[in-house]
């Protein structure tokens, strides 16, 4: 079974660029969560999609924004960037109603 | 808002030593999760404790839930290179908007 893939791997931008990022949950799976993962702050919530819907978001402004397509991949949306938004984006699915989320490996994402 | 604070935040032993981490609230959690994450990839579950006091074994990893669902640790016996890694600890459901709620993490380095 092919694991949640994310991409890019890496991406360097510089200050008030725009960025898309993008998840392919496990087959089947139809929730996808999104995570910010800056150093020293630990993974904070972004965003959560369940059958093409939002669910939820986490505390963070409007320039975050994001949207899940019909076969339940996803993409994330960053605009104005800033230079805290450097960090490692992570991608997790989730089959409803089991408890267990598989995390992809993440985009590394660098704003100069 | 719910938190967990692990600790120690870093910790650096020689291979063959033992080890306990420490995932700490003041809120009560339905179940609590403990992940290990290695360098450039995404966050891979170990284990869930649902039940409080309940303890479970994973090779010479073993993870007790606290009587009162607040608390977590993780002990590590003969730590090897191979256990070198962020170790996290997420309590659902949450403060987090998505239902976990993650704490920042141990570093753990075991040096051969």
């Known amino acids: 079974e092919a694991g949640v893939t994310q991409s890019p791997t890496h991406l360097i931008k510089t200050r008030g660029q725009q960025v898309t990022l993008r998840c392919s949950p496990i087959s089947g799976h139809t929730s996808v969560y999104w995570y910010q993962q800056a150093l020293g702050l630990g993974l904070q919530f972004l965003l959560w999609?369940?059958?093409?819907?939002?669910?939820n978001r986490g505390n963070f402004p409007p320039r975050f924004s994001g949207r899940q397509f019909p076969n339940y991949s996803s993409e994330l949306n960053v605009n104005a960037l800033e230079l805290e938004d450097s960090a490692l984006y992570l991608c997790?699915?989730?089959?409803?109603?089991?408890?267990?989320?598989?995390f992809g490996p993440g985009t590394r994402l660098t704003v100069l | 808002t719910q938190l967990l604070e692990q600790s120690p935040q870093f910790l650096s032993i020689q291979e063959g030593e033992n080890l306990t981490v420490y995932c700490n609230s003041s809120?009560?959690?339905?179940?609590l999760q403990w992940y290990r994450q290695e360098p450039g990839e995404g966050p891979v579950l170990l284990v869930t404790?649902?039940?409080?006091?309940e303890v479970k074994k994973l090779k010479r990893l073993t993870f007790q839930f606290g009587d009162a669902r607040k608390d977590s640790s993780l002990h590590i016996t003969a730590a090897q290179p191979g256990d070198t890694g962020l170790y996290l600890c997420?309590?659902?459901?949450?403060?987090?908007?998505?239902?976990?709620?993650f704490g920042k993490g141990t570093h753990l380095i075991i040096q051969p």
């Open positions: 999609y369940d059958e093409g819907e939002e669910r």
């Open positions: 997420a309590g659902a459901p949450g403060g987090g908007a998505d239902g976990l709620t």
């Open positions: 997790a699915s989730r089959l409803q109603q089991v408890r267990r989320r598989l």
């Open positions: 404790v649902v039940t409080g006091g």
């Open positions: 809120s009560v959690f339905s179940s």
